[in-house]
């Protein structure tokens, strides 16, 4: 099997419990590398082979040993000695209309670093390689461990023959000693449930809709029924249909015709099943936006025998936004998908970067610098740019740069680790390592600069930035000779075209420099961290490095979706988008949107759920300006931009509720999603639900938006000078295009006076409108914050209303109070003050509590310096009072200072 290589088909991938014996399952071979299958007595199993050649030492020992525990008497025990294992069985036939189960036992001893799984290599007649599956990959098991591939199809009408294979590979290191041990294996066929949308891609432009095939096979000859069913994002039913399948033509199973053919003794070959094949049709009920999954659940004659999902994608088709931020890497080129499909996606995906590799031989320039004139000229048309990616040199060098390396040393893109899944190998990448940067770049330009020089030359013009690495690669500045060898690599490509612009990767732990004029041999950083910045470190960051030269691009990839639920993977994408737009990055690139844990889409091109967040966060925000957040009368947290007179405020809370938005004009929402979010009009504006997940609101005006964000109070502070007018002065810019004129009018809290309650105006544009008024406080006011509103009622064309809040602090700050309660078990309700001195000096205070229905209580606070006090007061009857609101009045002895605090009792 050595030099084995993979041809990419489409596969499914069953969702089942790992642990399920199917009651349908039937065994087509079976070993547990007894003596039956070992006739020769030389310690190795019949017919099987082993991988050879580099990486794979012929001298790391694989034999038959007995177990000493476990499910079997015997075992293929290999010892480690720093090198990868695989060992194949011969090739089984297969029937094309069944799906298959590989399962065994696996035992690792003493090992650290190597990880072992199972693999299923599917063939045709003629022996020749049409898909591969692998396993969860181990790197320990405490004893034997069961390990489940399937059930897995492959789709090709080709497929005659499957090879089972038993893998042992280092990781980031090699063990050096220790064992692997596989036995009791186990390859079933169960019946083969095929779900298949009618674009290969599942992803649907409005209008159009999907239309799902569910397609079944290897059963009994008995017309089968299926469940479709219709899910939201989170896992909602939306809608449900059972339908009776159809019988479609099928072709003579070749079981029975190669049944003896290569004779591999340990297996027994089932009798042949039905050749029929039976499909049915399903149009899901979907009437908008939004990312759905589609379940189809095969009906057997007690229970589901087979169930399937594939997940789509429905959006309004929306051009990208012209010199947005955000963009995509695609460091594995046309995999998965060829420049068409690639084409149709990336245009429609809210981003404005495109990275992708363009790397060829001498002798191919002309092939890729037509696929980069191609692809270049096809984003220009849609307004997007390109940016040459330089991490996949062509195969004819990769052997140049591998030299003196280990095989295993780079990132192994072919299998799979994520336990969760079983996962179809990448023909592309299979068996492929990744360069770094410093490999590639750091040796001699002799080794890579003829190939790139007829490219570059060519194709600068089109495309002026090209990236060293991938996107996370920072190798090149962690080399001894960084800025030397940087600049002989600037120089280089200089000289093939002196306006290419060079990127590198560059950790956030680096400083980035700050001088203007220093000579810096590139002229953009791709900014990444391990592990990645929170969404607020971020913000950090990119606020510390406004003054560097250089262009920076953050990374933002998802969080893996192993490790994470969708919802928090949802928010924290959100979060760091908006954090590199508002502070300031050039450019927020998604490393890889078709990584298997990290990714937007998944591996074979389908959407995955974070597609459509990205995409409607990059629609609503790419390359509009940041205007400012405004104070909302639930305290949502918010931003809001602007761009060509199109105003979006995005809405998000950290608490779920409800929050009111108070203007007159008509506005919409949607979600992250991209579906309609259901919003209110009231008497008050707008009301909406808002939550972690953000809601974006179109139909603000930005004049409406400029002028709420402009207006200005000369204070933000009252002092408790209880029925004393205190005075404000209020300023605000007409945003307007025209003049305006109007009334604004003061709502503000219960109790508080206004003088005047309201204000006439008649502004022309631009003019600064300047008013005074004052106010006077209740007794009984609250310290702390509190919203002061301006109600503006404008004779505008057409004419509009809308109210702007501005936070004002009752008291000074420096003494504060603070509240907690609890009922104890003699069913008093005990409300604890602590009153908190930040002043130097000490203070006095009287203080009394008033319950309803109860009398007051009193306490004295006497000479407090800097630190808090606690009082405990303690109400009989306590059970009465929950949910009921206390007032805790307390006033300065011999001092200005008046502190009030309303609150509910709680438990």
């Not at 079933?188 to 891609?201: F, G, S, T």
């Not at 070959?269 to 189809?296: E, H, K, M, Q």
């Not at 998965?336 to 790397?359: D, R, S």
């Not at 301006?790 to 209303?801: A, E, M, N, S, V």
Request: aromatic share 8%; charged share 25%.
């Amino acid at each position: 099997m050595a030099g084995f290589s993979v041809y990419w088909l489409a596969a499914v991938v069953g969702l089942v419990a790992p642990e399920a014996r199917r009651p349908d399952a039937v065994a087509v071979f079976r070993c547990n590398f007894d003596q039956a299958s070992d006739s020769d007595f030389d310690g190795w199993p019949d017919g099987w082979s082993r991988q050879r050649g580099p990486g794979y030492p012929a001298y790391q020992k694989i034999q038959i040993q007995s177990a000493a525990s476990g499910p079997g008497r015997s075992c293929l025990q290999i010892e480690l000695a720093g090198g990868a294992a695989a060992v194949f069985s011969p090739p089984l036939p297969i029937d094309r209309f069944s799906s298959y189960v590989l399962e065994g036992r696996l035992e690792m001893q003493g090992t650290k670093y190597d990880r072992a799984y199972l693999s299923l290599r599917f063939f045709d007649e003629a022996k020749q390689p049409l898909a591969e599956f692998s396993s969860a990959a181990f790197t320990e098991t405490k004893g034997w461990r069961k390990v489940r591939l399937g059930p897995v199809t492959a789709l090709s009408p080709e497929a005659r023959w499957v090879v089972i294979g038993l893998h042992v590979e280092p990781g980031e290191k090699a063990d050096l000693q220790g064992s692997v041990a596989f036995t009791d294996l186990r390859l079933d066929r169960v019946p083969r449930l095929v779900l298949e949308a009618d674009h290969p891609q599942h992803i649907y432009p409005l209008p159009d809709l999907p239309e799902v095939t569910c397609t079944a096979g290897g059963l009994d000859g008995k017309v089968p029924e299926v469940q479709f069913e219709l899910l939201d994002v989170f896992g909602g039913i939306l809608g449900q249909q059972t339908l009776r399948m159809s019988k479609v033509e099928g072709r003579v199973s070749m079981l029975e015709e190669r049944s003896a053919i290569n004779d591999p003794r340990p297996s027994t070959l089932d009798p042949r099943p039905s050749d029929l094949t039976f499909s049915a049709n399903w149009r899901p009920p979907i009437s908008g936006p939004g990312f759905y999954r589609v379940r189809a659940s095969l009906k057997g004659r007690t229970a589901i025998i087979r169930r399937e999902e594939l997940e789509l994608a429905v959006f309004v088709p929306q051009a990208p936004p012209p010199q947005s931020e955000f963009g995509w890497s695609l460091p594995d080129g046309e995999r998965p998908l060829a420049l068409a499909p690639l084409t149709a996606l990336v245009t429609q995906a809210g981003i404005h970067w495109l990275k992708f590799p363009l790397w060829s031989t001498e002798q191919s320039a002309e092939r890729t610098w037509e696929k980069g004139m191609t692809l270049s000229g096809q984003l220009n048309e849609h307004g997007m740019e390109l940016i040459g990616m330089l991490n996949q040199p062509p195969e004819l060098l990769r052997a140049r740069f591998r030299r003196g390396r280990s095989p295993f040393s780079g990132r192994r893109r072919a299998a799979s680790v994520d336990q969760k899944e079983n996962v179809p190998f990448d023909s592309g990448t299979m068996g492929r390592e990744d360069l770094t940067a410093a490999e590639i770049f750091g040796g001699k330009t002799s080794l890579w600069y003829p190939s790139l020089e007829p490219l570059l030359a060519r194709i600068a013009i089109r495309i002026p930035y090209w990236q060293l690495g991938r996107d996370t690669d920072d190798s090149l500045l962690t080399m001894p000779n960084a800025p030397e060898k940087l600049a002989e690599i600037q120089a280089q490509f200089h000289k093939a075209a002196p306006e290419i612009q060079v990127a590198v990767g560059w950790d956030w732990i680096r400083a980035l420099p700050e001088e203007s004029d220093i000579a810096l041999p590139f002229r953009a950083v791709s900014l990444s961290a391990r592990p990645p910045l929170t969404a607020a470190a971020l913000a950090e960051y990119l606020d510390a490095s406004r003054n560097t030269p250089l262009r920076r691009w953050t990374v933002i990839a998802p969080l893996p979706k192993d490790e994470y639920p969708l919802r928090m993977r949802a928010e924290d994408l959100f979060q760091r988008m908006l954090a590199s737009k508002i502070h300031g990055a050039d450019a927020a690139f998604c490393p890889d949107p078709f990584d298997a844990r990290c990714g937007l889409m998944n591996p074979d091109g389908t959407p995955g759920p974070l597609l459509l967040p990205w995409r409607t966060t990059g629609l609503e925000i790419g390359g509009k300006d940041f205007l400012g957040r405004l104070t909302l009368p639930g305290g949502s947290r918010n931003a809001v931009f602007a761009r060509d007179g199109r105003v979006v405020l995005v809405v998000w809370s950290d608490r779920p509720g409800e929050e009111v938005l108070p203007f007159s004009q008509e506005l919409s929402a949607v979600d992250l999603w991209g579906r309609q979010a259901p919003i209110e009009k009231t008497g008050e504006g707008f009301r909406l639900r808002v939550g972690s997940l953000p809601v974006f609101v179109h139909g603000l005006s930005e004049s409406v938006a400029r002028w709420s964000l402009g207006l200005r109070l000369d204070q933000k502070r009252l002092a408790t000078r209880l029925d004393r007018p205190q005075p404000f002065r209020m300023t605000v810019a007409n945003s307007f295009p025209g003049g305006v004129e109007g009334v604004a009018r003061l709502g503000l809290p219960e109790g508080w006076k206004a003088d005047p309650k309201s204000l006439s105006l008649n502004l022309s544009p631009g003019e600064t409108w300047r008013s005074a008024f004052d106010v006077t406080l209740p007794y009984s006011v609250d310290s702390g914050r509190h919203n002061l509103q301006i109600d503006f009622d404008l004779q505008t064309d057409p004419p509009c209303k809308f109210s702007v809040l501005r936070p004002v602090e009752v008291g000074s700050g420096d003494v504060a109070l603070e509240v907690s309660t609890r009922l104890n078990e003699r069913d008093q309700l005990e409300v604890e003050q602590r009153l908190i001195n930040r002043t130097p000096g000490e203070v006095s205070f009287d203080c009394a509590l008033y319950a309803p229905d109860r009398r007051r209580s009193s306490a004295q606070v006497l000479d407090l310096g800097q630190g808090a006090d606690a009082k405990v007061y303690r109400l009989e009857g306590g059970r009465d009072l929950l949910g009921k609101t206390l007032w805790l009045h307390a006033e300065q002895a011999g001092g200005p200072r008046v502190l009030n605090y309303h609150f509910p009792a709680t438990p």
